[in-house]
Nanobody
């Protein structure tokens, strides 16, 4: 009932910036939390950031604090992730996800819907 379509990403040199966006359609109202996860080849999918549709709650993994910013545009049903000061270790496929109810925000199993993924590549 909820579909997430991602855009943005790309390739950049270390220290540069990229952005990714996630547009939600369907029963967006039922989504309590929007999150960003990333997965590099051969590694587990890991939590990056999350934001609530109501209020101003934002959450970040320690590895991206101070560099990444998550935001939302409720009118467009879109969540954004601005990535600054990128490092090669940030290279991964980035996924947006939606949780219908209050989840363990860093847990993959707490999210109900997922975007298709967007490649982010950072070269040294």
């Amino acid at each position: 009932q909820v579909q997430l379509v991602q855009s943005g990403g790309g390739s950049v040199q270390a220290g540069g910036s990229l952005g990714v966006s996630c547009a939600a359609s369907g029963r967006t109202f039922s989504s309590y939390l929007m999150g960003w996860f990333r997965q590099a080849p051969g590694k587990e999918r890991e939590f990056v950031a999350a934001i609530t549709w109501r209020g101003t709650g934002t959450y970040y993994a320690d590895s991206v604090k101070g560099r990444f910013t998550i935001s939302r545009d409720n009118a467009k049903n879109t969540v954004y992730l601005q990535m600054n000061s990128l490092k090669p270790e940030d290279t991964a496929v980035y996924y947006c996800a939606a949780a219908a109810t209050a989840p363990i925000r860093t847990s993959i199993s707490s999210y109900d819907y997922w975007g298709q993924g967007t490649q982010v590549t950072v070269s040294s």
